[in-house]
C-alpha cells in the first residue's frame, strides 16, 4: 500500500522553462512533506520542505504547493536549468509511536532538455 | 566538513550468505537511519539508531539488523540473503533525528547484489 505516490516516472522539460513535479498521498496524518534531489551514484539531497499548516513554501526558483483536500504536492522549478536533471522524490512525516517515520515515493526522473 | 561516507560501495554476494554495511556519519551527528531502495519504489526504511539505541523501526524482518558505536557510526547486517535483497541501501544521518524539519544527510549508498 503506497501511502506517497509519484505517478509520473520521468518528465521532460526545455531549460528555461517551468518543471512542475508531482506527488500524491493518502494519509491525512502526514504533518510535513520533503522533496529530496538525487544525482546518480550520489546519496539524496535535501531540497524542500513544507509543514501541512502552510500550502506554499518558496527558496529561490523552488516552490512547493500543498493541496490538503486533493492530498496532493507539487513542486515547481522556474527556470529549470540543466543542472536540475535529476530524480526527485517526495517523501512524508508520520508522527507515531513517539517517532516519525519518513515515507517515500517511487521518484520522479526530470530532464532539462538543453 | 566531510559527509556521510559508507562502505563498502558496491558487493556481490550469493544467496543464504550474510553482509554487513557500514555508516559514518557527519561528525556530531548522532542519529543513523537505513533505507533500503528498490528500482521502481521509493525508500523504504528499515531503522534509526540514536546514541548506541535502535529508537525506531520498519517493517522489514528480523534478518535486518544494525547497530550503533559510541563514535555513532553505524552497521547494518543482512542475514540469509535472498535475491529481493538486491538493492541499493543508503545511510542518513542527522543531528539528534527529532523531527523531519531536521535535515537528513545521506552518504552515496552501498549497491548490494545478490546472486
Known amino acids: 500500500d503506497q501511502q506517497v505516490k509519484q505517478n509520473s516516472p520521468s518528465l521532460s522539460v526545455q531549460e528555461g522553462r517551468i518543471s512542475i513535479l508531482n506527488c500524491d498521498y493518502t494519509n491525512s496524518m502526514f504533518d510535513y512533506f520533503l522533496w529530496y534531489k538525487k544525482y546518480p551514484a550520489e546519496g539524496p539531497t535535501f531540497l524542500i520542505s513544507i509543514s501541512s499548516i502552510k500550502d506554499k513554501n518558496e527558496d529561490g526558483r523552488f516552490t512547493v504547493f500543498l493541496n490538503k483536500s486533493a492530498k496532493h504536492l507539487s513542486l515547481h522549478i522556474v527556470p529549470s536549468q540543466p543542472g536540475d536533471s535529476a530524480v526527485y522524490f517526495c517523501a512524508a512525516s508520520l508522527y507515531g509511536n513517539s517517532n516519525y517515520q519518513l515515507i517515500w515515493g517511487a521518484g520522479t526522473k526530470l530532464i532539462i532538455k538543453p | 566538513k566531510a559527509g556521510v561516507t559508507q562502505t563498502p560501495r558496491y558487493l556481490i554476494k550469493t544467496r543464504g550468505q550474510q553482509v554487513t554495511l557500514s555508516c559514518s556519519p557527519i561528525s556530531g551527528h548522532r542519529s543513523v537511519s537505513w533505507y533500503q531502495q528498490t528500482p521502481g519504489q521509493g525508500l523504504q526504511f528499515l531503522f534509526e539508531?540514536?546514541?548506541?539505541?535502535?529508537?525506531n523501526k520498519g517493517n522489514f524482518p528480523g534478518r535486518f539488523s544494525g547497530r550503533q558505536f559510541s563514535n555513532s557510526r553505524s552497521e547494518m547486517n543482512v542475514s540469509t540473503l535472498e535475491l529481493g535483497d538486491s538493492a541499493l541501501y543508503l545511510c542518513?544521518?542527522?543531528?539528534?533525528?527529532?523531527?523531519?524539519?531536521?535535515?537528513?544527510?545521506f552518504g552515496p549508498g552501498t549497491r548490494l547484489l545478490v546472486l
Open positions: 539508531y540514536f546514541s548506541e539505541t535502535q529508537r
Open positions: 542518513a544521518s542527522s543531528r539528534r533525528g527529532q523531527g523531519p524539519a531536521e535535515t537528513q544527510y
